[in-house]
Nanobody, 116 residues
């Protein structure tokens, strides 16, 4: 069974940092692009970032470029999203998803709240 479990969300002040983790199981992580997608309160889904199977290539939405870094450790079956210089507009439910555009599996999400 394919499973994606996100963790690491929480309440942080503007300008702060968080690192999200996505633990994957039930498939060979290294053979898939992996993505982070978020949904702010009352808004639609917004793609945030994706990373190639070997971790050598990453892409970011303009809204997070220069502040967020995606990475992966295939040996630990985990994908990460390091979020720095957080802004109130980064408040959202963050999902990990398998794939780079056609998302075949999703986690349950982890909540990030950026507020003073």
């Amino acid at each position: 069974e394919v499973q994606l479990v996100e963790s690491g969300g929480g309440l942080v002040q503007p300008g702060g940092s968080l690192r999200l983790s996505c633990a994957a199981s039930g498939f060979t992580l290294s053979t898939y692009y992996m993505s982070w997608i978020r949904q702010a309160p009352g808004k639609g889904l917004e793609w945030v970032s994706k990373i190639s199977g070997d971790g050598g290539t990453a892409f970011y939405a303009d809204a997070v470029k220069g502040r967020f870094t995606i990475s992966r450790d295939n040996a630990k079956n985990t994908v990460y999203l390091q979020m720095n210089s957080l802004k109130s507009e980064d408040t959202a439910l963050y999902y990990c998803a398998r794939g780079g555009g056609d998302f075949g599996a999703w986690g349950q999400g982890t909540q990030v709240i950026v507020s003073s």
